[in-house]
């Protein structure tokens, strides 16, 4: 069959532009997480791919195209099945410029599998991925991100392997490192975080930090609040700078400083927890929810005043900067609430609802709402 001028003029947009577009954007962000069509300047569907196909059934790039719009079906509406077929039409389109994508595909398949506990298969998934991007950091040791993504990998493997009652295997991995650095202790301390071997899980990272960190370290926020929850609160911070040192000014890092201010808030270093919170805000006011929450009840009501009217003024921005969204309110109405303000809070917590009603609140302030529901003309906003 002859292919028509709107076919032929689709396949023209995607290999003279679309392809060489993603092409270049493949190489400069190897870690890219998924496809996008509208990364290539146009919009097509599944079904325009496989039309195209049925003409030119020999074009691995458009394989791989359908490949991946099969693989992002699956993803959004939580199809490891359909997932599994992405992964494997990618992989017969054999064109090596997508194997970190093959690799990145295979966490996020697993990622899936252990949100609905199926833990063994899981792990099968993710042993392909790390065993990819190995691969990929052996092929390209200036491209950082491989090895990154390799350990940080490494260590869902070790939880889903615990998580399925093969503990020994993920103990193998522990002991299939033979740690010289800093960031090997990180590694292996990890491995051992996710099959609760705790004590042994401090004992790693107390030595990668006396051999220092070099670069980005997977997980490193977690670990943090590993030692947090401990309340080892200084070793908890170091982690937490060292996170920070080596961020770049996005919002992910917003979540370290909140919670650096919590464990210096513990430490009564009420100055340098306010700093911390401030920019938590400064970088990121969308997710207040999250960083003014880092702050107990308890702890807040036992700090100073003057902290706790700075706290305050740190919600007020927060809904300045989101331009009055209902997480914000939802956030002010959380430190109210701990100060026991109970009508400021209801009345923070009131407009949040009356701006989205379907706002999920923490459980916190779930009694607070309930009283609520069963009184709307307790509300200030009541009409």
Not at 158 to 187: C, H, V, W, Y
Not at 271 to 280: I, Q, Y
Not at 281 to 306: F, K, Q
Not at 369 to 379: C, D
Request: with cysteine.
């Amino acid at each position: 069959m002859a292919p028509n001028r709107s076919s032929s003029s689709k396949l023209e947009a995607i290999r003279s532009r679309g392809v060489k577009l993603w092409r270049q954007f493949t190489m400069a962000h190897p870690d890219v997480p998924a496809f996008r069509h509208d990364l290539l300047g146009f919009s097509i569907s599944e079904q325009e791919i496989r039309d195209l196909l049925s003409q030119f059934p020999q074009d691995r790039e458009l394989m791989a195209h359908l490949a991946i719009a099969i693989f992002d079906k699956g993803r959004i509406r939580e199809e490891p099945t359909t997932m599994r077929e992405g992964i494997t039409k990618l992989m017969e389109a054999n064109l090596p410029i997508y194997r970190n994508l093959v690799a990145g595909f295979y966490q996020d398949l697993a990622w899936r599998l252990m949100s609905q506990r199926k833990n063994s298969e899981a792990a099968v998934e993710l042993r392909q991925s790390v065993e990819m991007f190995h691969e990929l950091a052996r092929e390209f040791p200036y491209i950082e991100n491989y090895d990154f993504r390799a350990r940080a990998y490494t260590s869902d493997l070790a939880k889903a392997l615990g998580n399925s009652g093969q503990a020994e295997k993920a103990e193998r991995l522990a002991e299939n490192i033979a740690p010289r650095t800093g960031n090997d202790f990180m590694l292996r301390g990890n491995i051992f975080k996710e099959i609760k071997e705790n004590d042994k899980a401090i004992v790693d990272f107390d030595r990668a930090l006396k051999l220092g960190l070099q670069g980005q370290i997977p997980n490193i926020r977690h670990v943090g609040e590993f030692f947090d929850k401990r309340k080892l609160y200084e070793q908890a911070i170091r982690f937490y700078d060292h996170d920070i040192q080596v961020s770049t000014a996005t919002p992910s890092v917003s979540r370290t400083y909140a919670l650096r201010g919590a464990s210096r808030a513990n430490l009564k270093e009420y100055d340098k927890a306010l700093a911390d919170f401030d920019s938590s805000i400064e970088y990121n006011a969308w997710d207040c929810a999250h960083h003014l929450t880092r702050m107990s009840p308890i702890m807040l009501r036992e700090s100073p005043e003057d902290f706790q009217q700075a706290f305050l003024k740190l919600a007020d921005r927060a809904i300045e900067m989101t331009e009055g969204a209902a997480v914000s309110y939802v956030a002010r109405a959380y430190v109210h609430q701990s100060l026991k303000r109970r009508e400021m809070a209801v009345a923070d917590l009131s407009k949040a609802i009356e701006i989205d009603s379907a706002y999920k609140v923490p459980w916190t302030l779930r009694r607070l709402l309930r009283e609520l529901e069963a009184n709307p003309a307790s509300s200030p906003h009541a009409e």
